[in-house]
């Protein structure tokens, strides 16, 4: 009896697990899979784009892209660090001005959760619809980090097909908290950079550095326990982000 009941968890532990494996690393290693069976090399990134679908190539391949993903679930309504301001508000305050100190010629785009959506597509010229979309945002929900990774691989993915599969793209999240719903965000954290060259930056808001996404020598994490440390989280992915000109 006692073995049936393990194996019956057992199960139910690895279908769970499956079920929460995001839809696109579950497609990359189908093929791969196939790839492997027909003696070919593993898929490359970014993959060709849909031949029936039109897609615009950049007037600059080479451009840097920085596509933030902004936590706003409902623990954003607690105080900052101890402050007597929200943590969305303070949040807010710093991404106004990280938009402002993106270089003019770099593509900026707009992640939320929750829900998930891509407020802003990637491009330039868009730094005051960005601050727009940012101070519209109302915390709610939960904290859906891995679906939101996926989402955000898709929308980098898409700005690569458009690059030619030039220039650097830098995903920034910006959370308070852990993942409560959806796939797992450490299996994108794997996949992405196993198999991208997308950088991932991940700012811990007033949570400290004991959270999934601190990878060392995987991801770069900063913790940010105050607005002013915040600030200087957002300036730093800027800071980081190597200057280079192709000849």
Not at 83 to 108: H, W
Not at 143 to 154: F, Q, R
Not at 187 to 203: A, G, L, R, S, W
């Amino acid at each position: 009896m006692k073995k049936i009941i393990l194996l019956s968890l057992f199960l139910v532990f690895t279908i769970s697990c499956k079920e929460r494996q995001p839809q696109v690393v579950r497609e990359y290693r189908k093929q791969e899979q196939q790839a492997q069976q027909a003696n070919q090399p593993k898929p490359v990134w970014p993959p060709a784009p849909d031949a029936t679908k039109p897609l615009a190539v950049s007037a600059d391949p080479l451009v840097k892209n920085y596509l933030v993903v902004f936590d706003g679930s409902g623990s954003m309504n607690d105080d900052a660090c101890g402050s007597n301001k929200r943590k969305i508000d303070v949040a807010k305050e710093a991404l106004n001005i990280f938009a402002d100190s993106v270089p003019a010629d770099a593509n900026l785009g707009l992640l939320h959760f929750e829900p998930i959506s891509l407020l802003v597509p990637l491009g330039t010229g868009n730094r005051q619809q960005f601050k727009e979309q940012v101070s519209r945002i109302n915390p709610n929900g939960g904290t859906p980090i891995g679906d939101s990774m996926e989402t955000a691989y898709k929308a980098l993915t898409e700005q690569a097909q458009k690059q030619l599969g030039y220039g650097e793209f830098y995903l920034v999240m910006v959370t308070d908290g852990e993942n409560t719903v959806g796939s797992d965000p450490r299996q994108m954290v794997d996949f992405i950079t196993q198999n991208t060259p997308i950088v991932i930056y991940t700012i811990g808001f007033c949570i400290g550095n004991n959270h999934s996404l601190n990878r060392v020598g995987v991801t770069t994490y900063r913790e940010a326990n105050n607005p002013e440390q915040l600030s200087q989280a957002l300036q730093g992915v800027l800071a980081e982000a190597p200057d280079f000109s192709a000849t």
